[in-house]
C-alpha cells in the first residue's frame, strides 16, 4: 500500500503537495481536543510506568503546542521542491548531457522515540519530497501518534491523495510482508551511535539509512540523487 501510494506522491506537482501540507496543518489545529484527549493517557501510562520528568514533558501535548506543530507543517510547504531539482551536469565532448537530478526515493521508514512532533514533522518532510512514510515513535506515544496520523490521514484523504502515504509501522507491517514491499530508506534517531542492520528485500534491494539534523537537509536526503542522459 505504501508503495502504490509513493508512485502518486511522486507525480505530484509542488501545488499540489504544498495544498495537501496545508490541509494537514488546519486538520491538526480542527483536531487539538481529540489530541490532546489521546495525549493525556500517553501522560497516564507513563506516570503510572516511572517515566521521568523531562521525558513526560517531551511526550506533552497542549493546545500551544499542537498549534506550533502545525506551523511547522506550513513551513514546509513553503520549502523549495527538491523534486526535479539538477544537482550538477556535464555535456561529453560527442555532445551527451549527463544531469544528476532529484528524485522521490518511494517509502521512507522513520524510526525515533516518543516524540510527537516529530511524527508530523516526518509525515511532513516526506510528503514534501514526493514519498510515503512509515512511521515508528516511541510506544510510550502510541496514543498521541494513533490521533496525529489520524488526523494526517484525514487530510490526505480530503484532499483526493491516498491515506497510504502515511502509516504507522505497527499497523502496515504485516500488509507490507505479505505483499513483499521493499522499504528504501530509513531514518533512524540521531544522537547514539547504534549498529543498524541493512535489511535486504526479496528482490535484493537494500534499505538505506540516513542522519540528518535540519529539515531543509532531509527534504533534500530525500530525494535520491540519479544520473540521467538528456
Keep these: 500500500a505504501s508503495r502504490t501510494a509513493s508512485h502518486v506522491l511522486a507525480q ?3 501545488a499540489a503537495k504544498d495544498t495537501a501540507l496545508r490541509a494537514i496543518a488546519d486538520a491538526l489545529d480542527a483536531a487539538v481536543e481529540p489530541i490532546v484527549a489521546a495525549n493525556a493517557e500517553d501522560l497516564e501510562r507513563g506516570r503510572s510506568g516511572g517515566m521521568a520528568q523531562g521525558l513526560l514533558d517531551r511526550l506533552a501535548l497542549d493546545e500551544g503546542r499542537i498549534r506550533a506543530i502545525a506551523q511547522a507543517v506550513r513551513d514546509v510547504a513553503a520549502l523549495p521542491d527538491p523534486v526535479g531539482e539538477v544537482v550538477r551536469g556535464s555535456t561529453l565532448a560527442n ?5 544528476e537530478v532529484r528524485v522521490p526515493m518511494g517509502v521512507v ?3 525515533y522515540e516518543a516524540r510527537p512532533n516529530v511524527t508530523v514533522d516526518a509525515a511532513a518532510l516526506a510528503l514534501k519530497s514526493g514519498n ?4 515508528r515513535g ?6 498521541s501518534n494513533r490521533a496525529l496520523v489520524g488526523a494526517i490521514r484525514g487530510a490526505l484523504a480530503g484532499q483526493g491523495l491516498p491515506q497510504d502515504a502515511v502509516q504507522q ?3 502496515c507491517i504485516l500488509g507490507a510482508a505479505a505483499g513483499r514491499e ?7 534517531r540521531p544522537g547514539r551511535r547504534e549498529k543498524l542492520k541493512i535489511g535486504v528485500g526479496a528482490q535484493g534491494q537494500k534499505w538505506r539509512c540516513v542522519c540528518c539534523k535540519q529539515p531543509e537537509e532531509l527534504v533534500q536526503e530525500a530525494g535520491s540523487q540519479s544520473w540521467g542522459a538528456g
Aim: with cysteine; aromatic share 6%.
Design 132 to 135: 510515503a512514510v512509515i512511521l
Design 12 to 14: 505530484l506537482p509542488r
Design 182 to 188: 521493499v522499504r528504501k530508506c530509513f531514518v533512524p
Design 138 to 143: 516511541g510506544s510510550a506515544a502510541e496514543s
Design 109 to 111: 521508514g522513520m524510526i
Design 169 to 171: 509501522w505497527g499497523l
Design 95 to 99: 555532445g551527451l548531457q549527463i544531469r
